[in-house]
T-cell receptor, first 116, second 114 residues
Framework: GAVVSQHPSRVICKSGTSVKIECRSL??????MFWYRQFPKQSLMLMAT?????????EQGVEKDKFLINHASLTLSTLTVTSAHPEDSSFYIC????????????FGPGTRLTVL | AQTVTQSQPEMSVQEAETVTLSCTYD???????LFWYKQPPSRQMILVIR??????QNATENRFSVNFQKAAKSFSLKISDSQLGDTAMYFC???????????FGTGTRLQVFP
């Protein structure tokens, strides 16, 4: 099967600090990864598409300077929440389609971010 | 614009019974994929079933099957012999062709009672 991991699973930070979340495809390569945000009891909201070797593309309304995305290799994408504030507290999920099988995405277990 | 609508915020079913979750979508594309994902309390998204729009045959995965009505743009999920472990949020999703982007519905919370 296709496995996607995320690290950390949960993080608590102080307001004003930056937090990095990693998304890794463990047994396949992914030139594209996706980052979602999920509020309690709500659906997943696509934030951005992470592209290996090029800039990420952000959905309308998502602040590029707040949510920095880097796709450093074919198996790793990182989301950095810069100068985090309490309103950034949320559940962040990444997904990746297997290269060559782009119609099906596999999800990481998510990261719960709490900003105090 | 492509949209996915799940009109049932919550459903409940007794163990061993059958339940159907509704989903409709809107698109002008002819070739696309549809999915049902399950999100249990752990919040890990799990693929339940996928349907290719060009296939008329309804997809089936063990106790899970879909009723895909392309003309009506309807994609319901039937869970047979419901189990306590089926308790979860269920999201219907549509993949936008040539973008790989998934569009999710608002979800249906399913509770299976003993």
């Amino acid at each position: 099967g296709a496995v996607v991991s995320q690290h950390p699973s949960r993080v608590i930070c102080k307001s004003g600090t930056s937090v990095k979340i990693e998304c890794r495809s463990l047994d396949f390569q992914a030139t594209t990864m996706f980052w979602y945000r999920q509020f309690p009891k709500q659906s997943l909201m696509l934030m951005a598409t992470s592209n290996e070797g090029s800039k990420a593309t952000y959905e309308q309304g998502v602040e590029k300077d707040k949510f920095l995305i880097n796709h450093a290799s074919l198996t790793l994408s990182t989301l950095t929440v810069t100068s985090a504030h309490p309103e950034d507290s949320s559940f962040y999920i990444c997904s990746a389609p297997r290269e060559g099988y782009t119609d099906t995405q596999y999800f990481g277990p998510g990261t719960r971010l709490t900003v105090l | 614009a492509q949209t996915v609508t799940q009109s049932q915020p919550e459903m409940s079913v007794q163990e061993a019974e059958t339940v159907t979750l509704s989903c409709t979508y809107d698109t002008s594309e002819n070739n696309y994929y549809l999915f049902w994902y399950k999100q249990p309390p752990s919040r890990q998204m799990i693929l339940v079933i996928r349907q290719e729009a060009y296939k008329q045959q309804n997809a089936t995965e063990n106790r899970f099957s879909v009723n895909f009505q392309k003309a009506a743009k309807s994609f319901s999920l039937k869970i047979s012999d419901s189990q306590l472990g089926d308790t979860a949020m269920y999201f219907c999703a549509f993949i936008v062709p040539n973008t790989d982007k998934l569009i999710f519905g608002t979800g249906t919370r399913l509770q299976v009672f003993p």
